[in-house]
C-alpha cells in the first residue's frame, strides 16, 4: 500500500508517500480501503512532534477515517459486511477500569489515538478492532469526505 508518512518530526514537507506492506488482518479485524481522511490539528501536534511523546517511526497521522470494508476477519461479528461504508472510532483504551466502565475512556491510562499513538489512516488501507467500526447506513447522505467530521469528536 501507499501511505503518507514522516521519519522525523518537522514541518509539512517531512511527510513523504511511500509504499509499506499491507497491514495484517487480525481475526476480530477488518481491513478498510481507506477513501478520505480529515486534517485535524491533532495531526500538526504530532507531526511537529508533542512534548515528551514518543512515536515509532515512520509513523502515519490520520484520526478521523472514513471508507469501505475491503476484508472481515473470521470472528468479526455478522453485522459488519464486506463493501459496508463506514468511518472508524479512533479511541482506543483498556475498557475494564473505572474510568472506561463509566463511559470516560480518554481518561484511561491506556487511552490512545490512532494517528496518535498508532499508526492513522494516511494510507490506502488500514486493519482496526471491528469494535471500533461504525457503519454508515445508505440511508445517511453523508459521502466519504464530509462523514470523516466526526469520528475524533464523538
Ligand atoms: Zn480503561
Given at each position: 500500500?501507499?501511505?503518507?508518512?514522516?521519519?522525523?518530526?518537522?514541518?509539512?514537507?517531512?511527510l513523504?508517500h511511500?509504499?509499506?506492506?499491507?497491514?495484517?488482518l487480525?481475526?476480530?479485524?477488518?481491513?478498510?480501503?481507506?477513501?478520505?481522511?480529515?486534517?485535524?490539528?491533532?495531526?500538526?501536534?504530532?507531526?511537529?512532534?508533542?512534548?515528551?511523546?514518543?512515536?515509532g517511526?515512520?509513523?502515519?497521522?490520520?484520526?478521523?477515517?472514513?471508507?469501505i470494508?475491503?476484508?472481515?476477519?473470521?470472528n468479526v461479528?455478522?453485522?459488519?459486511?464486506?463493501?459496508?461504508?463506514?468511518?472508524?472510532d479512533?479511541?482506543?483504551?483498556?475498557?475494564?477500569?473505572?474510568?472506561?466502565v463509566?463511559?470516560?475512556?480518554?481518561?484511561?491510562a491506556q487511552?490512545?489515538?490512532?494517528?496518535?499513538?498508532?499508526?492513522?489512516?494516511?494510507?490506502?488501507?488500514?486493519?482496526?478492532?471491528?469494535?471500533?467500526?461504525?457503519?454508515?447506513p445508505?440511508?445517511?447522505?453523508l459521502?466519504?469526505?464530509?462523514?470523516?467530521?466526526?469520528?475524533?469528536?464523538?
Amino acid at each position: 500500500m501507499k501511505a503518507a508518512v514522516f521519519h522525523e518530526h518537522g514541518p509539512p514537507n517531512v511527510l513523504k508517500h511511500e509504499a509499506l506492506p499491507d497491514p495484517e488482518l487480525g481475526p476480530q479485524q477488518v481491513l478498510v480501503d481507506v477513501k478520505a481522511v480529515a486534517l485535524n490539528y491533532l495531526d500538526l501536534f504530532v507531526q511537529a512532534r508533542i512534548p515528551g511523546f514518543k512515536l515509532g517511526m515512520p509513523h502515519i497521522l490520520g484520526s478521523d477515517i472514513s471508507g469501505i470494508i475491503k476484508e472481515i476477519g473470521e470472528n468479526v461479528p455478522d453485522e459488519l459486511q464486506r463493501g459496508m461504508k463506514v468511518v472508524i472510532d479512533p479511541g482506543r483504551s483498556c475498557g475494564a477500569c473505572e474510568y472506561c466502565v463509566r463511559g470516560e475512556e480518554s481518561l484511561c491510562a491506556q487511552y490512545g489515538i490512532l494517528g496518535e499513538h498508532y499508526r492513522g489512516g494516511y494510507a490506502d488501507l488500514l486493519s482496526v478492532d471491528a469494535e471500533h467500526v461504525i457503519s454508515v447506513p445508505d440511508h445517511c447522505r453523508l459521502d466519504f469526505n464530509q462523514s470523516v467530521a466526526a469520528p475524533l469528536t464523538l
